[in-house]
């Protein structure tokens, strides 16, 4: 636990992490070695220490130290719940002062959220706290200091008592305790947190089937209001590190409890409902808390927490600039790994099947046995049977994916069935039936045929061969999605300024004014996609229309047809690269261009050898990785790879492709819904 909770506070929050363990259970000891070790460190997060001595072990710390100590099974579940719990009041119409609580549990994390709870303004007159054995009244005898702050005066003896017109419910106990009639019993529009792990205190399904009412939370990811740690104890350690804060005190918990629940109610980024298989979040009852991986908590929480601690006087070193400190926060983290990262947890959740054209060459079988060993995507791996298997004994590459030849005779019937197929679609363009029979022993053709059949959700090509000669067969079989004029390509590039899209990088040579347009609005909804919102520079030679060239004139065209198409899009241009990668250049010249103050993301070229060109510069000399070239445009999911692309870009382009697969899919049930919807009217 401890290990992966380090890593954790690396990942979420960048804090190196010593995981350490003290062979003791004396409180006196541990509390005397936590001391003496304490100087090496900026602050202390406790684990795994069991009520009462919990309390006393923390207390004692936090009094006698001088740096942040928290103990995370506490307070974590605290302030996620309370964040949680102000939320789901909010959209009761409910006030905290007026709920009826139900706390089932009495440990260290039951007796800490019912004291922040307290702290937003619950009643001690209004909770119900029960243990193992019933309800803690006042008139028992077996009671701790901790469980008889807690006591009710009520004469209720059970949980089955306790929950009668309660207005919340919190689960801090064990699996399978409420029961459906106990939820019926409970006050319109019940609040139930069942955060009992692995199994909650009652199944979510089961709730929510008793009562349409209920908001209902749980300490799982498969569910929606997931009360996740992770929300709080990375973050609030680095807003208290940040201003070597002596204590995590009662204002920097509340402060971070406001942070979350005022972000839950932001607009949702796209790469979060990517993440997460949303077509949209938003708030209500089924997203009442942010999620883990919401790249906004990183900006948000540590700068809530830090501001606490400067105003409650228990910080050393105060922030001054705090958009500077914001911007370091999100620079600690990197946008790149997270990028890939949340592209790869987006495309394990639904992994599709990936044709790979080219899977006898090596680096694309490794790639694609890492799409395979970590749940990306499900190959499918096209090319002579005999090498594909020695080099898979090579790599130890051992699974049951499916193995094709396109030449062998076990295709033949296959072979058939596409060419027919592909010669209705092309005989009145000079394509006979022998031609396309020819042609369906190339690789490309076949893979294509693939997903054009549904025998495949997408392809992956083009590590051995040329664009241009790749891109024909897909143009020609699969052909542009609805609505798109014309396929073009954006890569993403991982750079010192951040992420940068930059377009059209591999297909339309000299394209229009009205194609550059095109291609800036299929390259907003990519960036979008990935959790962006474009910031857009039209590129040229020419600022402003410095010069009369027909080359400039048709970029400033463009720039005309978004602002009249998409006033909403933040473009503008023509202008010249420095300028549009300098504010300070572009403000001083340009003041009235709609990028002055704005941090340019995007980049849409008037060619494709400046396209192509920049964006293999950037990559050989500043080694900035590449996300791409991504299709933009097409009908079926097709991603065609740079000529000796590395194993790392096959693998992001492959997460990519299944990433397009389940967002087509989505679209095509979509519209197979609304259509047998009509039908039924």
């Known amino acids: ?229 992770v929300l709080g104890f990375p973050f609030i350690f680095r807003g208290a590190l940040d201003v070597r804060a002596t204590k995590i005190n009662e204002a920097m918990k509340m402060a971070a409890v406001k942070a979350l629940a005022n972000l839950a109610k932001e607009p949702v980024p796209e790469q979060v409902n990517i993440a997460y298989g949303e077509t949209r979040l938003t708030f209500g009852k089924d997203y009442i808390i942010p999620k883990p991986f919401d790249p906004r908590l990183i900006a948000e929480v540590p700068p809530a927490v830090a501001k606490a601690a400067i105003e409650s006087g228990v910080a050393k070193e105060p922030i001054e600039d705090w958009e500077k400190y914001r911007e370091t926060l999100l620079e600690r983290l990197g946008s790149d790994n997270k990028i890939v990262r949340l592209l790869t947890n987006r495309a394990k959740m639904n992994p599709k099947r990936v044709v790979y054209a080219e899977a006898d060459h090596l680096d694309v079988l490794k790639a694609a046995q890492i799409a395979y060993d970590e749940g990306i995507a499900i190959p499918i791996l096209l090319g002579r049977r005999e090498t594909i298997l020695s080099l898979m004994e090579d790599i130890e590459f051992d699974a049951n994916v499916s193995i094709i030849d396109p030449k062998s005779d076990d295709e033949e019937k296959n072979r058939n069935r596409y060419a027919k197929v592909y010669w209705e679609h092309r005989k009145r363009k000079g394509v006979t039936l022998y031609s396309a029979q020819k042609l369906m022993r190339e690789r490309n053709y076949f893979a294509a045929m693939m997903v054009n059949e549904g025998d495949a959700d997408a392809l992956i090509s083009g590590f051995s061969r040329s664009y241009p000669s790749v891109v024909k067969p897909m143009l020609e079989l699969i052909g542009l999605a609805k609505n798109a004029t014309r396929a073009a390509t954006t890569n993403l590039m991982m750079t010192q300024r951040g992420p940068m899209f930059l377009s059209d990088t591999s297909i339309n040579i000299d394209p229009t004014a009205e194609d550059l347009a095109k291609i800036a609005q299929m390259t907003a909804r990519t960036v979008r996609m990935f959790g962006m919102e474009p910031v857009m520079a039209m590129i040229s030679f020419s600022n402003f229309g410095s010069s009369p060239s027909p080359r400039a004139s048709k970029v400033r065209e463009a720039v005309k047809l978004l602002h009249e198409s998409n006033p909403e899009l933040l473009v503008d241009g023509e202008l010249q690269t420095d300028f549009a990668l300098n504010d300070e250049m572009l403000k001083d010249m340009f003041p009235f261009s709609k990028l002055v103050g704005k941090k340019v993301n995007t980049l849409i070229f008037p060619s494709l050898d400046a396209a192509n060109i920049t964006y293999k510069l950037l990559k050989e000399l500043n080694k900035s990785e590449s996300i791409g070239p991504i299709m933009m445009g097409m009908r079926k999911p097709v991603h065609i790879l740079q000529l000796d692309a590395s194993v790392d870009e096959i693998v992001n382009m492959t997460a990519i492709a299944v990433i397009d697969a389940q967002q087509k899919e989505k679209k095509e049930l979509e519209i197979k819904a609304s259509l047998e919807k009509e039908s039924a009217l």
């Open 1 to 229: 636990v401890m290990e992966g909770k380090g890593l954790l506070f690396k990942i979420f929050a960048d804090i190196d992490v010593f995981d350490i363990e003290i062979n003791t259970e004396n409180v006196e000891e541990f509390i005397q070695t936590v001391k003496n070790i304490s100087p090496t460190f900026g602050g202390i997060n406790l684990e795994d220490i069991k009520a009462p001595e919990a309390f006393e072990i923390e207390q004692r710390l936090k009094a006698e130290l001088d740096i942040p100590v928290m103990h995370d099974d506490q307070h974590g579940t605290a302030i996620i719940s309370a964040a949680a719990l102000l939320n789901a009041l909010e959209l009761t119409n409910k006030k905290i002062k007026d709920v009826n609580i139900v706390i089932s549990g009495a440990g260290a994390a039951a007796i800490s959220c019912t004291r922040l709870y307290q702290a937003f303004g619950a009643k001690r007159e209004n909770i119900v706290m029960t243990d193992s054995k019933g309800v803690i009244r006042q008139d028992r005898d077996d009671l701790s200091t901790e469980k008889a702050e807690f006591a009710t005066h009520r004469k209720i003896d059970t949980l089955d008592e306790a929950m009668k017109n309660a207005d919340v419910f919190i689960g801090l106990s064990t699996a399978n305790i409420v029961t459906p009639a106990m939820l019926k019993s409970m006050a319109k529009n019940p609040i139930v947190f069942a955060m009992a792990n692995p199994d909650p205190e009652i199944e979510y399904q089961l709730a929510i089937d008793t009562r349409d009412d209920i908001i209902m939370a749980t300490g799982r990811s498969d569910h929606p209001n997931q009360v996740n740690n």
